[in-house]
């Protein structure tokens, strides 16, 4: 991903773009059209990751610091890999406080893969060719969206209680923190996990010819 210099011009208001002024990341645009819509093998996923460990590594810059070698890469594991207990995302929190870098600030400037596609589309106008339009495509997709989704809301309520924690205006240990959303077929009474339904997507109690396969 591109280095930084200073503020650079935002070519839009939606968060990539305004993160990527506040913390100078020039070129970041071009590059990822040219990755993502010139043919490119990267997906939004990967061009996520790489945006945020850019908006990670300028925090550290800016606080004074130059980044040893893989150790953005390692910082960015701790801080967002569901793997990772909350302890040690805790204390790597703490060591960056202590150098000067705005770790809350720098969390809040991640992006999500919903919204570099966004950006992509929306303000970058770039384009590529269409996703397979058969169910097992759309399935995929969704799981994709919902799990996302489901992530994020993880991490958000875990850096609340951690910040609540780090005020004393909340008491606990070490913890972790588990979002499941689920499905009930008012019908037939039957509770699904999400996961479970897209794995065979159509209650028992509905007739299979509702269900276009």
């Not at 059209?33 to 996923?45: A, S």
């Not at 810059?61 to 594991?77: K, Q, S």
């Not at 923190?177 to 077929?185: G, P, T």
């Amino acid at each position: 991903m591109t280095g930084t210099d200073g503020d650079a011009e935002a070519p839009c208001d939606c968060k990539v773009g305004r993160i990527a002024a506040r913390h100078g990341l020039v070129g970041v645009h071009d590059e990822f059209e040219r990755r993502w819509g010139g043919g490119g093998d990267d997906g939004v996923r990967d061009l996520a990751e790489a945006f945020n460990r850019r908006v990670l590594r300028a925090g550290v810059e800016r606080a004074g610091r130059t980044p040893l070698d893989g150790e953005v890469e390692n910082l960015y594991r701790v801080l967002t890999d569901d793997e990772v207990d909350a302890g040690s995302r805790t204390q790597a929190r703490e060591r960056l406080r202590r150098d000067g870098v705005p770790v809350g600030e720098i969390e809040d400037g991640f992006v999500s893969h919903q919204t570099v596609y966004r950006h992509l589309v929306d303000c970058l106008g770039v384009s590529r060719e269409p996703a397979h339009e058969d169910a097992a495509s759309r399935i995929a997709a969704w799981r994709d969206r919902i799990l996302s989704l489901e992530t994020r809301l993880a991490r958000v309520t875990e850096r609340g209680i951690d910040q609540l924690r780090e005020a004393d205006a909340a008491a606990v240990g070490s913890f972790q923190v588990y979002v499941d959303v689920n499905l009930f077929c008012d019908d037939c009474g039957r509770l699904f996990t999400v996961e479970e339904f897209l794995d065979d997507p159509r209650c028992d109690c509905q007739p299979s010819d509702d269900w276009a396969e």
